[in-house]
């Protein structure tokens, strides 16, 4: 389905060591393809993966922090390591802001 489509470009790793415990997300800059996926990727498909995933989080967390009686929260690591500015691209960042941008009205 659309996520399958989409996960070549995904960088994030999702975790959750413990049941009820936060989850990390675990980002490699250096794997994010910005350019490959403006030229192979679709933006549509990017913008409902990227909502499916919110949705996804949003919910086991708010499951975790009901049933545990303590918010439990999403904590992300963002690794920057060998990341070079020319793998920036502007078309994919204006792209991402703007799905981003639709989820604050959701959450």
């Not at 800059?29 to 933006?43: I, K, N, S, T, Y």
């Not at 919110?54 to 919910?59: A, D, T, V």
């Not at 920057?80 to 989820?103: C, H, P, T, W």
């Amino acid at each position: 389905g659309v996520c399958n489509e989409v996960f070549p470009y995904v960088f994030s790793r999702y975790y959750q060591p413990e049941v009820d415990g936060a989850i990390l997300a675990c980002a490699r800059l250096v794997e994010l393809d910005m350019h490959g996926f403006m030229a192979r990727g679709d933006p549509a498909k990017y913008r409902r993966m990227v909502i499916l995933l919110s949705e996804f989080l949003f919910q086991r967390l708010d499951e975790s922090s009901r049933r545990t009686d303590t918010l439990v929260k999403l904590v992300q690591i963002w690794d920057f390591r060998g990341f070079k500015l020319s793998q920036l691209s502007n078309k994919y960042i204006k792209m991402d802001s703007k799905v981003q941008k639709e989820l604050q009205g959701l959450y």
